[in-house]
């Protein structure tokens, strides 16, 4: 048992590196990039730390060259998942008695592979398989992933040290448990840092984490869970259970030792899941803890004191790095017509200069959407918007996906607040913009709010304090992350924890101490060191 309080020293980001050309990270990228594109490997289930081969199997490929195969992913069913389960409560049982300084070393131990000998596996696994530029994975793969490891640590030991007052004769703690059950962590294709995290985060707490990465990001996914396993994470903890939505989620809520879901996904899932959950509230041995991120129709919102120059500079970034597959990236835009040439004129501009392909050539800017279905949802939105009387494309509205599922940086001029690509979420690089009369300022901000039914993030672009002001205030609710002056995209672990509320989510801030918290029981304990021996109370003495 340990004799002493463990300390965690306050970790501070991981520093990016640039991959310019000559530095020694280039060429090293561009290295383990060709050597995990020369082969086909095959990614079973983990299960109590066994690989799993279901036999029921898909192709992951290459988005941007979609004939090129990179693995083979056994999916899992009904009978994957009652094996994780019986596996996550027996490792449970020791787990969670295992003093939580080391648990968090297991993670820390991965966050130092992830930025050291790992990086560049996640890196390029990341770009190969999500089809992610070299800077795009290099921030979130190895960066962000990272942070969540190492801060996630952090805030657990600084919530073991918060307790409660203790008058005289009374000693007063507070413990902090693991949740009765498992986690089951969803995970997303967009950011190998959220999967990472998702399982993660309530493994530190205690918790044992049925994991269901998604099968469009299932290659970096699978090459985080090797280095959790060589940072010594036990079997059972967290086990990887790759598979359709259905076939591994319906068994899964079925199961009466829920106690929790982590996720980050569509709206439409996120629903269906808390209804299910819902449903079957009666048959959980306890209220399972119901922690999502879902989507986003994020904004910028320009007034006619911006500065235009960082104006276009922030637009372009929100809306196409990635392309705009973050839910995050601003997809609706509001300038005042007094700007809207100046603006328009350079933006324009800018977009014409952006380059879109493979993302091994490291010139490229975007690369291309995740898969097939994508490709067909946002070039249905540009075709839409092609054939619309209150709508023009002035930028992009190519799309083509005879080799990658590549889409134009595309930008929709509307005449309509209310138009089809003004609410509904694309996830794509598609942002539309409305101008607005200068004199209809704080009309268009009750349009901006009222427009969408998300809640995610959003960014006012002023320079006029006083007007600074007003518009924070008058956007209380419509964004969870909020930017000033500054793209909507970008949310760093412990400088601005990520979350939205309305349909956007539960706003439990991934990458914060208030996440944490939600993976945890406390215990409150009361010992008094000398008890009373009379019964009665003053109040009762005859006069």
């Known amino acids: 048992m340990p004799n002493a309080y463990f300390n965690v020293q306050e970790p501070k980001n991981e520093p990016y590196f640039s991959f310019a050309p000559g530095t020694p990270q280039r060429e090293s990228l561009k290295k383990r990039l060709k050597e995990l594109r020369s082969e086909v490997i095959e990614i079973p ?98 960066g962000e992933l990272a942070d969540f490891l190492r801060f996630g640590a952090w805030y657990l030991a600084k919530i073991m040290e918060e307790q409660p007052f203790s008058p005289d004769s009374t000693w007063n703690r507070v413990e902090y448990r693991a949740l009765e059950g498992f986690i089951f962590a969803v995970s997303p294709f967009n950011f190998t840092a959220i999967a990472g995290n998702l399982p993660s985060a309530p493994a530190m707490c205690g918790n044992v984490a049925l994991w269901k990465p998604s099968t469009e990001s299932v290659f970096s996914n699978w090459f985080f869970m090797q280095i959790l396993k060589e940072a010594g994470l036990p079997d059972g903890v967290i086990n990887f259970l790759p598979g359709d939505g259905p076939d591994v989620g319906d068994p899964v809520l079925a199961n009466p030792n829920l106690a929790g879901l982590h996720f980050t996904g569509s709206e439409g899932t996120f629903n269906h899941l808390w209804k299910t959950i819902g449903n079957n509230i009666g048959n959980y041995k306890t209220y399972p803890r119901i922690v999502g991120e879902t989507g986003g129709k994020d904004f910028i919102f320009a007034h006619n004191s911006a500065n235009v120059d960082q104006l276009v500079v922030a637009a372009l970034r929100a809306a196409f790095e990635y392309q705009g597959q973050k839910c ?65 494309i002035i930028a992009g509205g ?25 609410q509904e979420e694309i996830f794509g690089p598609v942002i539309t913009i409305y101008v607005y009369k200068d004199g209809d300022f704080e009309k268009t901000m009750d349009l901006c709010d009222e427009t969408s039914p998300y809640a995610l993030t959003g960014a006012i672009f002023a320079r006029d304090r006083f007007v600074v002001k007003m518009m924070a205030d008058r956007f209380r609710q419509s964004a969870g992350n909020f930017y000033i002056n500054e793209k909507p995209t970008g949310a760093i672990v412990n400088q601005q924890p990520f979350g939205g509320s309305r349909k956007s989510g539960t706003n439990d801030k991934a990458g914060s101490v208030m996440n944490m918290l939600r993976w945890l029981s406390a215990r409150a304990i009361k010992e008094v060191t000398v008890a009373p021996t009379e019964w009665r109370y003053p109040y009762m003495d005859e006069e």
């Open 328 to 392: 995050s990236a601003a997809s609706r835009m509001y300038v005042p017509e007094s700007i809207w040439g100046e603006f328009g004129e350079k933006f324009l501009a800018e977009v014409a200069q952006i380059k879109v392909g493979d993302v091994e050539d490291f010139s490229n800017f975007m690369g291309a959407v995740i898969s097939r279905k994508a490709f067909d949802k946002i070039s249905g939105y540009i075709d839409y918007a092609k054939e619309a009387d209150d709508a023009e």
């Open 398 to 422: 190519g799309y083509d996906d005879s080799k990658g599922f590549f889409i134009e940086p595309t930008v929709i001029l509307t005449s309509n607040p209310k138009f089809k690509t003004m």
């Open 45 to 142: 289930a983990i299960i109590n730390g066994k690989e799993v081969k279901t036999g029921r199997t898909a192709d992951v490929i290459m988005p941007h060259n979609h004939d090129h195969k990179l693995a083979t992913v056994h999916l899992c069913g009904e009978k994957e998942v009652k094996m994780a389960v019986d596996a996550a409560l027996e490792a449970q049982k020791e787990w969670a008695e295992l003093p939580w300084e080391e648990r968090v070393a297991v993670f820390l131990k991965a966050a130092d592979l992830v930025t050291g000998p790992w990086r560049d596996t996640m890196n390029a696994s990341t770009m190969l398989g999500q089809s992610k530029t070299p800077y795009q994975a290099e921030i979130e793969a190895a």
